[in-house]
């Protein structure tokens, strides 16, 4: 089967905010495997590339800035963030998709969410959705140095076991 590549390009005639990707604007497209975010697109909306079984890689590039893995919900073999050299927001390190400053965890591939998980020292945040989705998901390991959860961050999880250490705040 061919591979097929979007470059992602807002259309101003129709977007509320400038530079945002509504949501579900590539809801359940099953052949797209390869996204590059433009420079143009700085906020990506959740839901943007839901359900797009097929999708495998995504380039951020460095003007995008609002990326949270809500954008990729149900996108079973997303397992592959690059990033253009300049990107001051994003970082990448085996194959998780982090802040910059490895402080927040922004996106978990479902390959890596098979049985347990453990979430690396240090982090400070779990961003909106990390785990959403991840049905061979049955145990999470936080760090002590975990402070937030974001909104929908286990959903849809068979988590059979999780300590919320006492850090957390919100």
Known sequence: APKTAALC???????????????????????????????SLEILSDGAFSNCFSLERVHISSGTRGVTALSFTNCPVLNLFTLDSDNELYSVKDDLLYSKDYEELVYCPPALCEGTFTVPE?????????????????????????????????????????????????
């Open 9 to 39: 390009t807002p259309f101003p005639a129709r977007r509320k905010k400038a530079g945002s990707a509504r949501r579900r604007l590539f809801f359940c497209c099953s052949a797209l495997t390869t996204v590059y975010l433009p420079d």
């Open 122 to 170: 240090g982090i400070k945040i779990i961003g909106a959705g990390v785990f959403c989705d991840r049905l061979q998901l049955t145990a999470v390991n936080l760090p002590d140095s975990l402070l937030t959860i974001g909104s929908f961050a286990f959903a849809y999880c068979s988590i059979r076991s999780i300590d919320i250490p006492a850090s957390v705040e919100t």
